[in-house]
């Protein structure tokens, strides 16, 4: 799925307002979080798990992922309503711009957003509850705060194996991580708008064709404009015609 769901394009617009101008494409994400929300974004050579916690533990920050060392193409830490993205330093700058974009959408609608709709409902005295400092009382446990807000720090990462294995809730967490950050970077209706299909052209070179536009105008990787190119077309309606479907051309 690449076309947002009426929440995902909400956060998506927030941000934009947030930020307060109006970019150019390849757009400068990195630019548009210092100016819109409390996001520090840190490159470091050949990016790992052991990485991120000894930079952590060298300033005083305990935190263990509970898991054996890899290596990954991000990171986002998140406590008391700021974050650090992580990313890695080496990688090309197009996919260190889809990375950060992703980590970015976890910290808008996995942290941030769900953090603040929380402080605001049940004041600022829960904020050491959500921070993971001191026990929900009892009437915060009977408004269910805990089930529906992430406490203590907060953590994700983007895998450099596409294949590894996670159950579908992460899957489907993953999978609107990828689309707001595909969205932040080249939004449905700009990419629509630089679009001009010929009646004649082939599902395989509409696919090419998007992709160009993707890799070049909008600065995406190229596994990114592949996948979500494709996806797109299908959204929109420009799927391979019936006779392709049979293995045969159009003409």
């Known amino acids: 799925m690449v076309i947002l769901d009426n929440m995902s394009q909400e956060v998506v617009d927030l941000f934009w307002t947030l930020c307060g101008e109006k970019q150019s494409f390849p757009r400068k994400i990195e630019r548009a979080i210092a100016l819109a929300v409390p996001l520090a974004i840190l490159k470091l050579p050949r990016l790992s798990l052991q990485t991120v916690e000894s930079w952590l533990a060298f300033r005083g920050i305990r935190f263990d992922f509970g898991c054996e060392n890899r290596s990954i193409c991000g990171c986002l830490i998140a406590f008391r309503g700021h974050g650090f993205i992580f990313v890695d330093g080496t990688d090309p700058e197009n996919e260190q711009r889809f990375t950060i974009a992703h980590e970015l959408a976890h910290f808008l609608v996995d942290y941030w957003l769900p953090r603040n709709r929380a402080l605001k409902k049940f004041g600022s005295g829960v904020a050491d509850v959500i921070d993971g400092l ?67 052209s082939s599902f395989d070179h509409r696919v090419k064709e998007l992709g160009d536009v993707l890799t070049e105008h909008f600065g995406l990787p190229d596994r990114i404009a592949s996948h979500y190119g494709r996806s797109l077309l299908l959204e929109i309606g420009q799927g391979p015609y019936w006779v392709e479907s049979l293995g045969f051309n159009r003409f």
């Open 134 to 200: 001191r026990a929900a009382s009892i009437t915060e446990r009977f408004h269910a705060l805990v089930e529906e807000t992430p406490i203590g720090i907060y953590h994700d990462l983007m895998e450099r194996d596409v294949d590894r294995v996670m159950n579908q809730a992460l899957v489907e967490i993953e999978n609107r991580a990828d689309c707001i950050a595909f969205n932040l970077l080249a939004p449905t209706d700009d990419i629509l708008a630089r679009l001009k299909f010929g009646d004649s």
